[in-house]
């Protein structure tokens, strides 16, 4: 059973940094991406990051670069986003998910179909 669990996620001010974590387990590849994706009340889902475990290519969403740096230990089958200098614009529920190809095309457009599986999500709140 492949699964996700996204921790890390909290009440923050504005400006300050906050680093989540993304923990898969039951998928024994190293060839998968990891993304990050968020949803603010009321808004659609907006892909922020993904990474690929193969080879490390990422990929930012323009709102979040130069802010947002994600990362990944291949040993821990672990994903980082680290979010620096945070807005209030960043609260969100934030989710971690896997899709199999890190280079499709799809899959770096945050395409929901192609993430196969999703962890549980973790609420980021950034106060001004």
């Known amino acids: 059973e492949v699964q996700l669990q996204a921790s890390g996620g909290g009440l923050v001010q504005a400006g300050e940094s906050l680093r989540l974590s993304c923990e898969v387990s039951g998928f024994t590849s190293d060839d998968y991406a990891v993304g990050w994706l968020r949803q603010a009340p009321g808004q659609d889902r907006e892909g922020i990051s993904c990474?690929?475990?193969?080879?490390?290519?990422?990929t930012y969403e323009d709102s979040v670069k130069g802010r947002f740096t994600i990362s990944a230990d291949n040993a821990k089958n672990t994903v980082y986003l680290q979010m620096n200098s945070v807005k209030p614009v960043d609260t969100a529920i934030y989710y971690c998910?896997?899709?199999?190809?890190?280079?499709?095309?799809?899959?770096?457009?945050?395409?929901?179909?192609?993430?196969?599986?999703w962890g549980q999500g973790t609420q980021v709140t950034v106060s001004s």
């Open positions: 998910a896997l899709a199999f190809d890190g280079k499709s095309y799809y899959v770096r457009m945050f395409v929901p179909y192609y993430y196969k599986y």
């Open positions: 990474i690929s475990m193969k080879d490390g290519s990422t």
